[in-house]
């Protein structure tokens, strides 16, 4: 995998073993606005469906971050549940850890990724993400 800018002592790493499952079903079901409840067995299938990103501190190999992005690997992507633990915020890792996750999906030729936000915009948009130009031409089925 490729070198990210990430701070030093911090590691990415794709490989779903590594991950810190109990942490991540932690964070998200307890810590975040978008996924509150969502019970392990959900967030197990989605990890098992999805292409993951754990973020891990260096010394102690103590996974700190996550994302989740959703994708067919050849025209779309989704990406979601980006979570940064409380005591590692502030020291620029969502922002590394978005820059990682754009920097691999380039790879893949993808025509677009979309994200939603509540209040992370400047997180993504330090990255390259923007405002739909045209939203009006996009729907959903489900939570707004």
Known sequence: MT????PAGYALSTDPSRLDREAVHRWLSEESYWAL?????????AIDA??????????????????RVVTDRATFAWLCDVFIAEPARGRGLGTALTAAVRDELAGLGLRRVLLATRDAHEVYAKVGFAPMALPEKWMI???Q
Do not use: H, I
């Not at 070198?3 to 990430?6: R, S, T």
């Not at 409840?37 to 299938?45: E, I, L, N, S, V």
């Not at 999805?50 to 994302?67: D, I, K, R």
């Open 50 to 67: 999805s292409l993951n990103f754990g973020l891990y501190e260096e010394g102690s190999g103590a996974q700190v971050g996550y994302a």
């Open 37 to 45: 409840g969502r019970p392990r067995a959900k967030q197990d299938t």
């Open 3 to 6: 070198n990210y800018a990430l």
């Open 141 to 143: 089925l489900g939570e």
